[in-house]
């Protein structure tokens, strides 16, 4: 401080130099500001003008709390450089969507819906192999993106869900068995195409502080499982501040007068993370043409993963939602097409208790019914999209990034003026698709299920339970590439567990019943045919609440006891 000068003459002379008057600010905060940067004060100055001065209203006088006060505006700098548009534009967007709710405007208001035109693929039919073969050849074309900012809990699982074991048969977790199946998917796209060096296929996680620190130390003690370090990136996804009215006031936490509370915005983050990391030119440069986006526990995922690439490049499609078959009413979303009177339209996802009023509301007085085929015409939306780079490079280019958000505040009462407890503004990845023109293309790829499993009853759900069959991605990532490796009368009981561990295992006039583990290096070629039989591995009931289960055991309701298994280990070259 210059000799002198007291502490309200230096406040003085700086707010005049920034040229702020600051008479009708709060005083704490004044008293204050000797304590802050130019850039601070701008920020203050900002929440004053979005009419945030209750946050300072309990500041305490100079020297008291001073390192906590710095803190606060750390914070805030970093809230307000997370969010495409900055801390005003949170504040501004909270405010228009808590007025909407409060009004109980509907979403869908001028919307009419209709089934989306898309691909429905039948399993193993000419036509489901010709896209598999086009999308192995398009995949050294492509980056892979995983949303994974969550924890287990809803589950009953504490820890990081890509740490589960995708299946129970061999343990397999599943950011191994993504990892596994996207270097399968980078040797078979490099060998159908002739390439004379493998091409690096990118491989990124988004992550929460919640999840950064446990997914990393699950990739270094596992050597990365396979892939190189250099291939995956991980991206931090952060928080959002949490409001606690309808004006959009920004929340404190509970236990801290000097921290603004804050709450996950949804894995819609994805999308902003990716344009300001500088990774979309990169992958650009790279020639690279597609970007899909899968969610931390579907591990049937990359099953479906080629044929539906294929569709994408065949089609042309700009975004590609992959569907399931869908059960009328069923609690999952369904792909919609919604066309506005005013002539707009897009396709997205619909949640399962908006879509059967929306349809109720716009000349379909039976809602969501099942039609011919049994299942309802709108396909079920099971969060994993396939997107043109280019086209989602020039579209981020105009909104950085940011998607169509939702609030969801928990009213007190009907006048709804006032929350349970604090909320904030969501978004959701497959919301992408709201900002497309009407000229995107847009469509989906949906499977279709075979034959129907035996029910059984486990934590009182009732679960479908085929035979345990599982495989390294390496031995087949196609139905092709599967059905060239089973050959004969193969039969497999319903009892049976089978787990293929190498790259050229052939099935041959196999009958399993019981259990069988083959082991075998990649060099090894091994036929395996023949009648076995044994005890097998039996699936035995667990009570979800006994503890002396491990937590990804308990919320299965399931464990394996292994009986009696045939197990084979093979070298090089054994046939």
């Known amino acids: 401080m210059a000799s002198g000068l007291t502490t309200a003459d230096s406040t003085a002379k700086l707010l005049s130099d920034l040229k702020i008057d600051a008479g009708d600010w709060p005083p704490t905060l004044v008293k204050n500001l000797h304590l802050l940067s130019p850039d601070q004060?701008?920020?203050?100055?900002?929440?004053l003008e979005m009419g945030q001065s209750h946050l300072f209203q309990h500041w305490a006088e100079p020297g008291v709390d001073d390192d906590q006060k710095k803190a606060f505006f750390t914070q805030l700098s970093k809230l307000n450089s997370s969010y495409p548009g900055g801390l005003a534009s949170y504040i501004k967007t909270a405010r228009e969507l808590l007025a909407d709710s409060k009004a109980g405007k509907n979403p869908y208001d001028g919307f009419t819906p209709s089934v989306p035109i898309g691909e429905v693929l039948s399993l193993g039919d000419d036509n489901f192999i010709k896209f598999e073969d086009v999308g192995v050849k398009e995949a050294k074309n492509a980056a892979f993106v995983l949303v994974a900012g969550g924890l287990g809990e809803r589950l009953g699982y504490n820890g990081i869900k890509v740490a589960l074991p995708?299946?129970?048969?061999?343990?397999?977790?599943?950011?191994?068995?993504?990892?596994?199946?996207?270097l399968a998917l980078q040797e078979a796209s490099s060998r159908l195409t002739q390439g004379t060096c493998q091409k690096e296929i990118p491989f990124v996680i988004m992550t929460s502080d919640d999840t950064h620190t446990?997914?990393?130390?699950?990739?270094?003690?596992?050597?990365y499982f396979g892939m190189k370090a250099s291939q995956v990136k991980l991206l931090k996804q952060e928080k959002v501040a949490c409001l606690d009215d309808n004006d959009a006031r920004l929340a404190l936490d509970p236990h801290n007068k000097y921290k603004i509370q804050t709450k996950p915005h949804g894995h819609g983050d994805v999308h902003s993370l990716l344009y300001s990391s500088g990774l979309l030119n990169v992958w650009h440069d790279s020639r690279l043409r597609w970007v899909i986006f899968f969610?931390?526990?579907?591990?049937?995922?990359?099953?479906?993963?080629?044929?539906?690439?294929?569709?994408?490049?065949?089609?042309?499609?700009?975004?590609?939602?992959?569907a399931v078959p869908r059960k009328a009413k069923e609690a999952i979303g369904g792909i919609t097409k919604l066309t506005h009177s005013d002539g707009r339209s897009m396709v997205i996802n619909v949640e399962y208790n908006q879509l059967d009023p929306l349809l109720r509301a716009t000349e379909h007085p039976d809602g969501d019914v099942n039609c011919e085929t049994g299942y309802s015409p709108f396909p079920g939306?099971?969060?994993?999209?396939?997107?043109?780079?280019?086209?989602?490079?020039?579209?981020?280019?105009?909104?950085?990034?940011?998607?169509?958000e939702f609030v969801n505040p928990?009213?007190?009462d009907a006048s709804k003026t006032s929350f349970k407890s604090s909320t904030r503004l969501e978004c959701m990845m497959q919301d992408y698709p709201k900002t497309l023109p009407p000229?995107?293309?847009?469509?989906f790829t949906a499977g279709v299920q075979v034959e129907d499993p035996v029910q059984q009853v486990f934590n009182n759900q009732e679960v479908e339970v085929w035979p345990r069959v599982t495989w390294k991605p390496k031995w087949g990532i196609t139905f092709a590439e599967i059905q060239s490796k089973v050959g004969g009368g193969c039969f497999i009981s319903q009892k049976s567990t089978m787990a293929l561990k190498g790259r050229h295992i052939f099935l041959e006039n196999l009958t399993l019943d019981g259990t069988l583990i083959i082991n075998s290096s990649d060099d090894a070629k091994v036929k395996v045919g023949g009648s076995i039989k044994n005890k097998g591995w039996l699936i035995e009931r667990i009570d979800y609440k006994d503890i002396t289960f491990p937590e990804e055991l308990r919320i299965r309701g399931f464990k394996i006891e292994k009986k009696e298994q045939?197990?084979?280990?093979?070298?090089?070259?054994c046939y």
């Open 381 to 404: 939306n099971i969060n994993q999209l396939i997107l043109e780079l280019d086209p989602y490079i020039k579209e981020l280019t105009k909104t950085g990034g940011a998607v169509k």
């Open 295 to 322: 969610q931390d526990t579907n591990g049937l995922l990359f099953k479906a993963i080629p044929a539906s690439l294929g569709v994408s490049a065949t089609k042309e499609y700009h975004v590609n939602s992959l």
């Open 214 to 223: 446990c997914t990393l130390d699950l990739l270094e003690s596992n050597s």
């Open 166 to 182: 995708a299946e129970t048969t061999t343990g397999t977790c599943f950011l191994q068995l993504y990892i596994e199946s996207i």
């Open 566 to 573: 045939l197990e084979k280990t093979y070298g090089n070259f």
């Open 439 to 443: 000229s995107a293309r847009v469509g």
């Open 41 to 47: 004060i701008q920020s203050g100055k900002m929440l």
């Open 410 to 412: 928990k009213y007190k």
